[in-house]
Nanobody, 129 residues
């Protein structure tokens, strides 16, 4: 059964860094898009923002304008793990970060919650001012 397990969240000061990890297991499809969404405090699930995405075929990436230049997504195919390196964090980055996978490789267009086939359980990121 397909599972996504996140780790690496926590509390950091304004301007600090964190690295999130998402280990995927139990899937057999060869091509996919995998990435991260975040849900801000008090926001509904429908408001989750697609933060970054990477494809399995050629590692095409997508970044939301709000994180471009600060966040980097990468993938270790041998470990079936995707990482999100987050630098220059601000309080506006606070939220629950969800790993998400789509079981096709569409080149990581603008992420949509409606294209996600499986979510991780989420990991809390809190940036203090």
């Amino acid at each position: 059964q397909l599972q996504l397990r996140e780790s690496g969240g926590g509390l950091v000061h304004n301007g600090g860094s964190l690295r999130l990890s998402c280990a995927a297991s139990g899937f057999t499809f060869p091509y996919y898009g995998i990435g991260w969404f975040r849900q801000g405090p008090g926001q509904p699930q429908e408001a989750r923002e697609g933060v970054a995405c990477i494809t399995s075929s050629d590692e095409t990436t997508y970044y939301a304008p709000s994180v471009k230049g600060r966040f980097t997504i990468s993938r270790d195919s041998a470990k079936n793990t995707v990482y999100l390196q987050m630098n220059s964090l601000t309080p506006g980055d606070t939220g629950v970060y969800y790993c998400a996978i789509e079981q096709v490789d569409r080149g990581c267009p603008t992420p949509s919650i409606y294209d996600v086939d499986r979510w991780g359980q989420g990991t809390q990121v809190t940036v203090s001012s």
